[in-house]
């Protein structure tokens, strides 16, 4: 059962233009989600979170945006530059209880000049 | 600090080989984790540990074993190498707990069976 539904699985944009990646989840008891960058050759990296209770966090060009009703999140690169150009992974994490971290299946993002 | 580490960085095997997986954290973290990552398939756990001495199963750990024997490092095993183990293998720490949003990730193995 996948907890967390992530679209599109890859993702075409032109430099400067916004991407967005979109990612659902069920389970209400989540209480933080992240986005994890991962570069070809490299292991995943935390790149910005957000908790529920706020429905919009930005650190640069990245913004995700939160919407607690319909239990979805995204996350948006401003002005997209070729260096984004990597693998994108939303996750949601519950932190009682020791539950592991549940990951979507990842979107490939191309960013072409 | 060197953060997560794991070697080899590339393994070739051939079916029924058994192997380790090297993992270490030197940032004195209880909880790891190993993850297997497929094209399509996203991030799956295999197993994990929240500390030095305790191990569990995550949703795909069939073939593989682990053992935490220290804080700092985690081994993965593999008994008895199948092609359907060829994979990129990472490795994860966190301070604040197996359900923290920060997790730590080494850069990975990269395993194919032949």
């Known amino acids: 059962q996948q907890q967390v539904k992530q679209s599109p699985q890859s993702l075409i944009v032109q430099k400067g233009g916004i991407s967005i990646i979109n990612c659902a989840y069920e389970n209400t008891a989540f209480d933080y989600f992240p986005w994890y960058q991962q570069f070809p050759g490299k292991g995943p990296a935390l790149l910005i979170a957000i908790r529920p209770d706020v429905s919009e966090k930005k650190e640069g060009r990245f913004t995700i945006s939160f919407n607690k009703s319909a239990k979805q999140f995204s996350l948006h690169i401003m002005d997209s530059q070729p260096g984004d150009s990597a693998t994108y992974f939303c996750a949601a994490s519950m932190k009682r209880g020791n539950t592991p971290l549940v990951f979507g299946k990842g979107t490939r993002l191309s960013v072409i000049a | 600090n060197a953060g997560v580490t794991q070697t080899p960085k590339f393994q070739v095997l051939k079916t029924g080989q058994s192997m380790t997986l090297q993992c270490a954290q030197d940032?004195?973290?209880?909880?790891m984790s190993w993850y297997r990552q497929d094209p399509g398939m996203g991030l799956r756990l295999i197993h994990y540990?929240?500390?030095?001495?305790?191990?569990d199963q995550g949703e795909v750990p069939n073939g593989y074993n682990v053992s935490r024997s220290t804080t700092e490092d985690f081994p993965l095993r593999l008994l008895s190498a199948a092609p359907s183990q060829t994979s990129v293998y990472f490795c994860?720490?966190?301070?604040?707990?197996?359900?923290?949003?920060?997790?730590?990730f080494g850069p990975g193995t990269r395993l194919t069976v032949t």
């Open positions: 540990s929240v500390g030095a001495g305790i191990t």
């Open positions: 994860a720490s966190s301070i604040s707990g197996l359900g923290s949003y920060e997790q730590y």
């Open positions: 940032m004195n973290h209880e909880y």
